[in-house]
């Protein structure tokens, strides 16, 4: 029988082992926001960030609707030119005030995972299906391996060293929910300064 590989093995243990899943406390009481009373000045600003939230919404909507034809357009020239062999990714569109704007097109397609879908890609790519189409399997363990200590050593002890072979493994980490709050009687001022340089909490915003 061969020999284990140690240092493997204990990775793959340690894998196992550390992988917690986050459990939601279900008797935590939702609390009543607290409110910030602004004083005139940030008050000013505030209805002011709304007045042009709104405005960039509005802005938005316009936008999109007015880009559609030109889209349309730039997308039957783009096949048109194609067919002719002289397919361009991108064009310059000049308006007739000499105001200009980029189209650009992205090499990025979003492929079906859903088999009557895919026949039909086949279909359409023919032999070039398999040279145009990247393929990309995923292998997850259930999550009652992380749970069950049997399972886990069932599964070390079936592939043992030879788990490198075959896994890559990709190890990621994060708060669990409600750190927010917790951090707070965790750690000193300091230490929450300290905290920060290494762990990036998301950006607030205001909506």
Do not use: H, W
Not at 150 to 168: A, H, T
Request: charge should be positive; glycine fraction near 2%.
């Amino acid at each position: 029988m061969a020999k284990k590989n140690k240092s493997t093995d204990v990775l793959f243990k340690e894998m196992l082992g550390s992988s917690t899943i986050a459990k939601k406390d279900i008797n935590k009481k939702k609390n009543q926001i607290p409110e910030i009373r602004l004083n005139s000045k940030d008050s000013c600003n505030l209805r002011l960030f709304l007045k042009n939230k709104k405005a960039m919404k509005k802005s938005e909507i316009a936008m999109r609707i007015a880009e559609e034809p030109i889209l349309k357009l730039c997308q039957t020239r783009q096949d048109n030119d194609a067919f002719k062999e002289k397919f361009a990714p991108s064009y310059e569109l000049v308006a007739d005030t000499s105001e200009t704007v980029k189209f650009v097109s992205l090499d990025k397609f979003s492929v079906p995972n859903e088999k009557n879908a895919l026949n039909v890609l086949k279909k359409l790519l023919g032999n070039e299906f398999n040279k145009e189409v990247i393929k990309t399997s995923t292998i997850a363990l259930k999550p009652e391996v992380f749970q069950d200590k049997k399972l886990k050593k069932e599964l070390v002890d079936l592939l043992g060293s030879n788990f490198n072979k075959f896994f890559q493994t990709i190890v990621s980490y994060n708060m669990k929910s409600g750190f927010n709050e917790r951090l707070y009687k965790i750690l000193t001022e300091n230490e929450i300064k300290n905290f920060r340089t290494i762990c990036k909490q998301s950006k607030a915003s205001l909506k």
